[in-house]
């Protein structure tokens, strides 16, 4: 039996890409060729690790003892190539990051630059996204999420956390005064998201408790468009510190209701795919990031 690591990386991708397809664009082969490898390693083992449909793949009990085993191998080494590897040469090579437009136009483009002259052989590729978006199908390394992780199989490293402010532009303040109290709120026109009802509940103390469900009068998918609709007298908003910053300190955008305010936090993460080739180019780029922050 002449298992190797391309073996194990097969398994081990088809499993937590889900479909061969996704295994395939991760791995950069083919579909044909992510299968005809699953299968020869079977042979090899001469038992079967998968039983597949036409709609899903299931571990057999023998496939699941072999993906513990083979996930502790390829770590192992991992950890040994990467130290060489350190030890060797710079980063180097392509390395995509996915923010939310928000967190990309205000946390990471403004020190892009230091970080090129840092690392000028890494070739930065930046997209935005703000809706949670499949790594393995956007062929991401590093996605900054914003709020509570769901996927376990995402390595996760907490880079920092944000206040939220209700928030409105001195204009429309003057217009149609500042509430004194978050049921006032139902008298005012509300900014909030579309398709992400989490972020339409703000953390202010009421009479029912603790966090306030709001329904926007005018909504959309994107926080940096929310922000762009209060500067522009459009309405009250619930936007995080990190975006709003500099607003407040220059007035563009006034805090209100911050007696009511519960300081809830939202959790921001660094997500990715454990990776050799990769290693070495996300850790430098989280540690790089993380200090901004």
Known sequence: MDINSDDLKIFVTVIDSGTLSAAAVHLGQTTSGVSRGLSRLEDKLATSLLTRTTRRMELTEEGQLFLD??????????????????????????????????????????????????????????????????????????AIRIGALVDSTLHARPLTSSALHILAAPAYLARHGAPASPEELNQHALLGFAQY????????????????????????????????????????????????????????????????????????????????QLAQRISCFLEFLQQKL
Not at 78 to 94: C, F, L, N, T
Not at 106 to 120: D, G, K, L, N, S
């Open 69 to 142: 085993k083979a996930r502790a191998i390829l770590a192992s080494m991992e950890d040994v190539e990467e130290s060489i590897r350190i030890r060797r040469q710079k980063p180097a090579g392509r390395l995509s990051v996915d923010a939310a437009s928000p967190f990309m136009l205000h946390c990471v483009v403004p020190h892009v630059a230091e970080f090129r002259a840092m690392y000028p052989e890494i070739r930065l590729e930046l997209t935005s996204n703000d809706q949670i978006a499949d790594l393995l199908e956007h062929r991401t390394d590093i």
């Open 197 to 276: 009802e989490l972020g339409n509940q703000w953390p202010l103390r009421h009479a029912s408790g603790n966090s306030l469900q709001i329904a926007p009068a005018l909504a959309a998918s994107s926080g940096e468009t929310l922000r762009q609709l209060a500067l522009h007298d459009q309405g009250i908003v619930c936007l995080a510190d990190f975006m709003t910053r500099a607003d407040i300190a220059a007035g563009r955008l006034v805090p209100l209701l911050a007696p009511f305010n519960t300081g809830y936090r939202q959790q921001i993460h660094a997500v990715y795919y454990r990776n050799t």
